[in-house]
């Protein structure tokens, strides 16, 4: 540190500048999500009369960072998928922004929005459905290059293609057949080709391994990891199994029916969790060790009748910590510890 004084002396405090300046680049967000809400009427009737709102997102805020994976976990029904469609705007939001590099992807004419998702690709949940049967895989991983013109003809096309299927760990003389003549992992493998096929920025994976062999699942998770190295790929990658998402992810948010209850880097989520669901979910990944075989056990509340909208917290009635006032305040998501933010008025 002496060195460094003299050397930037009569500049003592440059070497900070440079350290905060360096520390903003790497941090800076691809994605800024504000508010961000989607709603679903419930109706009923021959006219259609809405008694009721289902809100599939509600009201979340948060980033994503150049070069990190933003793991998204939470159970089946927390609004997960919605949340990635949204991001690529696959569906509209009801409220909220979501910005990505700065610009307001509500705002973008039709060139725009398919530049934008020639940046942001996606990695489909079932490797089987999200493949057309009709198409080769040639076609199907050309497609995009084909869309977004960045092959100047077949021949430099498929030179592409069968480059990209050596990527992924793919025979290229396997390019001329069709889906159903591949394994399941090896669709999901075809299915990343074809994300990466365009040089996107950010690859949002909706549970790219939950219908895989688990020693499939360990074979895709270190491919995605390799690729992102590769790359300078952004990931937000979603599951509702926390051992994947601790395998692969930087930073995790916790979502529970709509909204986000607690985020935070991986290792302060796994070792030091504030909000009860984040509890009740790590307490429920199974102990491998033969002397504790099976389930941690945690104290819960049966009833889970809760309906989408209310106000209060929505873990209220499976929370042995609520109390009455939980079930008449919608907690915010406030930082309790630096970089840990959590929904909880009893962490408050």
């Given amino acids: 540190m002496a060195k460094w004084k003299k050397f930037f002396y009569p500049f ?9 300046t360096l520390a903003f680049i790497i941090m800076t967000s691809i994605f800024e999500i504000t508010y961000l809400k989607k709603h679903y009427p419930i109706t009923k009737g ?6 009721g709102i289902v809100k599939a997102v509600d009201d979340i805020s948060f980033n994503v960072f150049k070069g990190e994976t933003f793991g998204i976990v939470g159970e089946s029904g927390s609004g997960k998928t919605t949340l990635a469609r949204l991001l690529l705007k696959l569906v509209s939001p009801s409220g909220g ?15 725009k929005l398919l530049n934008f998702r020639r940046k942001a690709q996606i990695v489909f949940q079932d490797p089987h459905s999200s493949l057309n049967p009709r198409l080769s895989v040639a076609n199907t991983v050309g497609e995009g290059l ?7 003809n077949k021949n430099e096309r498929l030179e592409r293609v069968s480059g990209l299927l050596k990527t992924v760990g793919l025979n290229p003389d396997h390019m001329n057949r069709y889906p159903h003549a591949f394994s399941g992992g090896q669709r999901q493998r075809i299915g990343i080709a074809r994300a990466l096929s365009v ?16 020693s499939v ?31 692969i992810s930087s930073r995790i ?53 809760t309906a989408f909208g209310k106000i209060g917290c929505n873990f209220y009635p499976r ?5 009455r006032e939980c079930s008449l305040q919608t907690p915010a998501l406030i930082e309790k510890l630096p970089g840990h933010f959590v929904s909880c008025l009893k962490q408050s």
């Fill in 12 to 20: 003592p405090f440059f070497p900070f500048f440079i350290s905060y």
């Fill in 46 to 51: 021959l006219f259609n009369k809405q008694i």
């Fill in 97 to 111: 922004k979501i910005f990505f590099e700065g610009q307001d992807i509500s705002t973008l004419d039709n060139q």
């Fill in 146 to 152: 084909i869309i977004h013109k960045l092959a100047k």
């Fill in 199 to 214: 040089n996107p920025e950010v690859i949002i994976a909706d549970e790219p391994v939950s219908s895989l062999d688990v």
């Fill in 217 to 247: 699942q360990a074979q895709v998770l270190n491919l995605l990891s390799d690729l992102q190295e590769q790359f300078q790929l952004t990931y937000i990658f979603i599951a509702h199994d926390l051992r994947v998402v601790e395998h």
């Fill in 253 to 305: 948010a916790v979502m529970y029916m709509g909204k986000i209850v607690e985020i935070a880097g991986k290792e302060e989520i796994y070792k030091n969790p504030f909000h009860p669901y984040t509890q009740l979910l790590l307490n429920s990944i199974p102990n491998l060790d033969p002397a504790e075989r099976g389930f941690k056990k945690l104290p819960v509340k049966t009833d889970t009748n």
């Fill in 319 to 323: 929370c042995l910590k609520a109390d």
